[in-house]
């Protein structure tokens, strides 16, 4: 099983390019903080993840995120490898996640104004505000008063 969920903040302001057959795509790093403190410095510290969106997600993502947003993500760990044009002999290596589905983690004020909207590619989800909901219809159960 190949599955990555990162939650983090993004290091720039994602841009949407292109391929030339048409398909949109971005690219973006997303610095994760690491669960412990450094011992010698007192500091957290933080991994640059890069990350790659395609399509529709790679279009919600430029749309709705910006430098410094908190961004939860769920993919796929990928690796590459190209060949130095200018040393011939020198491969590199590279290691991306292939992002399928992308979530609002911030505050409402954190994420400029626009609404709590997640993307998926596979299944929806319910919707992440609950304060607008109307319960008048809903009678309140006691403990007793479970249905199981």
């Not at 500091?43 to 749309?63: G, L, M, P, V, Y």
């Not at 044009?85 to 400029?112: A, M, R």
Request: hydrophobic content about 30%; glycine content about 6%; charged content about 25%.
């Amino acid at each position: 099983m190949n599955k990555i969920i990162l939650m983090g903040r993004l290091t720039a302001d994602p841009e949407l390019k292109q391929t030339q057959s048409g398909i949109q795509t971005c690219r973006f790093t997303v610095a994760v903080n690491r669960r412990f403190k450094d011992k010698s410095s007192g500091e957290t510290k933080a991994d640059f993840i890069s990350c790659q969106a395609w399509r529709q997600t790679a279009e919600f993502i430029c749309k709705y995120f910006s430098k410094g947003n908190m961004i939860c993500l769920e993919g796929s760990l990928q690796t590459g490898s190209y060949t130095d044009k200018k040393y011939p002999d020198v491969t590199h290596y590279t290691t991306d996640i292939l992002v399928d589905n992308v979530e609002f983690t911030g505050s409402k004020s954190e994420s400029n104004g626009t609404a709590p909207y997640t993307q998926h590619t596979t299944a929806p989800t319910a919707p992440a505000d609950f304060e607008n909901v109307d319960l008048s219809d809903f009678e309140e159960l006691g403990a007793d008063d479970a249905p199981f």
